[in-house]
């Protein structure tokens, strides 16, 4: 095996420490027995703790990259007959927007050259002009361009307009200071590869339970991540302890590990130190690259 070391300059996958390389060896498992229940329910519960949800907010993970988790809330949260508002300002923006003509869900688009962020008081606009809007996505870091859109403001606004929130937090969950639990932001994805400095494959959706529990009952639009296997997850992994209804791309380590280390970024060092207790708010954690 090649011993050489890469430093990979691009947004993602990141590059990752000695012991993510570690963890993933250890002995197989198998994705329908308790061992494995444990290892999601320790990675859910890590997730939610790292990103300050609190009690309120659970994790849903997903095999597949960043986009099978954004595609999964876009074509969740719209229930039928209302229709998403996408703030578009850069490719990220515009990928939402294509997922939601994919699933047949009608879109307003409020778009923006790609330098400039969106402001709060145009999405209010918008939202009264569309009483059919019930939800609104927006990118909160356009990758390509580094623009960040003020995600936590137009969360605010929506809530004052009585409209939930979907974030796509890619490139800046646990990278860029996020207040998940501001306004009526529901949903918030991102993947394992970029700041958590995981491995590529594993995505998640940060959400709050009550907006789990909105989905009860609705029409899926997809078996396959849509708001039937979200949805069966969920009560799968309540019921059944983490148990996963398909079966995931990594048994085991790669979930974050039996042991003490794992890919999780507490485990690389001292920089990277969960938020201990329960916390409100932002939390920036730091580069463990060396
Ligand atoms: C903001 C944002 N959203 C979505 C994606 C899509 O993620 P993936 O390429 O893992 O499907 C990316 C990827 O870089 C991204 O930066």
């Known amino acids: 095996m090649s011993r050489t070391e890469w430093i990979l300059l691009n947004p993602g996958p990141a590059n990752t420490s000695p012991a993510v390389k570690q963890a993933l060896v250890t002995p197989d498992l198998c994705h329908r ?50 229709s998403l508002l996408v703030v578009d300002n850069g490719v990220y923006g515009d990928r939402m927007v294509r997922i939601a003509r994919a699933h047949g869900i009608p879109a307003e688009v409020l778009s923006y050259d790609i330098w400039t962020p969106a402001a709060p008081a145009d999405v209010a606009r918008v939202l009264r002009a569309h009483p059919e809007v019930s939800h609104v996505a927006v990118v909160h870091h356009e990758t390509t361009t580094g623009l960040l859109n003020p995600v936590a403001e137009i969360a605010r606004v929506a809530e004052r307009e009585g409209r939930r929130v979907f974030v796509d937090a890619m490139s800046s969950l ?8 501001a306004g009526s932001m529901d949903f918030v994805t991102a993947s394992a590869n970029k700041c958590l ?94």
């Open 197 to 290: 400095q995981g491995i590529p494959g594993i995505s998640f959706v940060l959400a709050r339970r009550g907006a789990l529990e909105a989905l009860k009952g609705q029409a899926p639009r997809s078996e396959m991540p849509g708001r039937r296997s979200w949805s069966s997850r969920r009560k799968a992994w309540s019921a059944a302890s983490s148990a996963m209804p398909r079966t995931p791309a990594c048994c085991g380590p790669a979930w974050g590990g039996s042991g003490s280390r794992s890919w999780w970024p507490w485990a690389h060092g001292p920089t990277s130190s969960p938020p201990s207790g329960s916390c409100r708010g932002s939390v920036t954690i730091r580069s463990t690259m060396p």
């Open 33 to 82: 027995e308790p061992e494995f229940f444990q290892v999601m329910r320790r990675c859910r519960e890590r997730l939610v703790r790292l990103a300050c949800g609190g009690g309120d907010w659970s994790a849903v993970l997903f095999t597949g990259s960043g986009t099978a988790s954004v595609e999964a809330a876009v074509c969740s949260a719209v229930p039928p007959g209302r």
């Open 174 to 181: 646990f990278g860029e200071p996020l207040d998940v639990t």
